[in-house]
Structure formats: C-alpha cells, structure tokens
T-cell receptor
Framework: DGGITQSPKYLFRKEGQNVTLSCEQN?????MYWYRQDPGQGLRLIYY???????QKGDIAEGYSVSREKKESFPLTVTSAQKNPTAFYLC?????????????FGPGTRLTVL | GENVEQHPSTLSVQEGDSAVIKCTYS??????FPWYKQELGKGPQLIID?????GEKKDQRIAVTLNKTAKHFSLHITESQPEDWAVYFC???????????FGQGTELSVKP
C-alpha cells in the first residue's frame, strides 16, 4: 500500500529529554511537512522540505529540528528547548513538480511529556 | 503572507439537514483551496478541493464554492449523516513555496 507512516502512534517522554518522531512515505513525493496540532488551534507548520537535503522553518520551528537525508524520510526531533511539547504531531507530503498538488497526511503521533 | 479564517468553530445539525462552513483568505494570489476532514485521533483526509479558475465543485453530498472577488470559499454538506461527525479544516495554498495555510477548524456534530 502507498502512503505515509508515522511511528509510534503514542509516545511518552520525561521533561528535558529529546525525542525523535518518524515519518516515512512511499508516494515518491518531493515535499514533506511537519505540523503540530493543539485543541482549538488547527494545524501549525513546524518545518517543511521541498527537496532532499533542504528544509525551511515554518511558523513554530523553535525547539524543533529536522533532517531530510532521503526522499522518503523526514524525521522530527523535539528538543528540550521546546517549552510545551505535549501535542499531536502530523506529517504530510505532496508532489511539487511540475506544480504543487494536494497534501496527504499520516496518522499522527501523540506525544506526551511527563 | 496568507491568513485563513474559518467559521463557525462548532456546528451542530440534525441528521438529514445541510451544513455550511465558511472560510476567508487574505492573499488574492492564492489559487488552490482544499478541505480536509479529521476524525478523532486520525490524520486529516482530503475530501474536496477547488482551484481559482472554478467557482463551484461537487462530489456527491459535498460541494465547495469559491468567490475570488470576496476572497471566501465555503463547504456545503447536504443530507448530513452520522459519519460526517468530524472536524473540518479549510486551507489556502500560499503563493510562495506551495505551503498550505489552514483555518482553525470546525467541529461538526450530527444529531440523530
């Protein structure tokens, strides 16, 4: 099956620890995105990457880091610098060339920091 | 940059009734407007989209209308069913880099 996978579905960490969320896609999409979702606040863009080895900050990048070493993978690290990391994290991907098309979302990872 | 406002934040309808969710956007250069449905604990799923060269698009019980002059677009659900109970997000594609800018979401509940 083609699609986007995120793992794990639920993740618990102690305060002060870094944690990495996985996102993999086999859709051959060029662009990948990370969003954070909090109740009543919609989807906020953390980071995005339009091509391998390149990525840009979104609206709320502070306290997060990413890498894009492979086309199919875009892991997100939530660092200890993120003041309020408990949230639902969504990864998405889309084709960019010859023009951008719809984004497809993964199932999400719910991170709880204790 | 682009800004998207979505109303209402919650909407309750009776089964069989229609539901309408409205969004406004700020950047007149935006040319793509998708709608997503998110069920509890899941990722959003694209349900319908519209491009700026079209005024209306239908897919069975759902339709989207776009008014470019007023910079607003709406989602219309007819004959609401229990399976329509979800959070709906509108979005507009930013003209720079192809990012989607999302509205705040509408929680639709369908009462039997």
């Amino acid at each position: 099956d083609g699609g986007i996978t995120q793992s794990p579905k639920y993740l618990f960490r102690k305060e002060g620890q870094n944690v990495t969320l996985s996102c993999e896609q086999n859709l051959n999409h060029d662009a990948m995105y990370w969003y954070r979702q909090d109740p009543g606040q919609g989807l906020r863009l953390i980071y995005y990457s339009q091509i391998v080895n390149d990525f840009q900050k979104g609206d709320i990048a502070e306290g997060y880091s990413v890498s894009r070493e492979k086309k199919e993978s875009f892991p997100l690290t939530v660092t200890s610098a993120q003041k309020n990391p408990t949230a639902f994290y969504l990864c998405a991907s889309s084709s960019q060339f010859p023009f951008p098309v719809e984004q497809f979302f993964g199932p999400g990872t719910r991170l709880t920091v204790l | 940059g682009e800004n998207v406002e979505q109303h209402p934040s919650t909407l309750s309808v009776q089964e069989g009734d229609s539901a309408v969710i409205k969004c406004t956007y700020s950047d007149s250069a935006s040319n793509y407007f998708p709608w997503y449905k998110q069920e509890l604990g899941k990722g959003p799923q694209l349900i319908i989209d519209i491009r700026s060269n079209v005024g209306e698009k239908k897919d069975q019980r759902i339709a989207v209308t776009l008014n470019k002059t007023a910079k607003h677009f709406s989602l219309h659900i007819t004959e609401s069913q229990p399976e329509d109970w979800a959070v709906y997000f509108c979005a507009a594609r930013d003209n720079q880099g192809g990012k989607l800018i999302f509205g705040q979401g509408t929680e639709l509940s369908v009462k039997p």
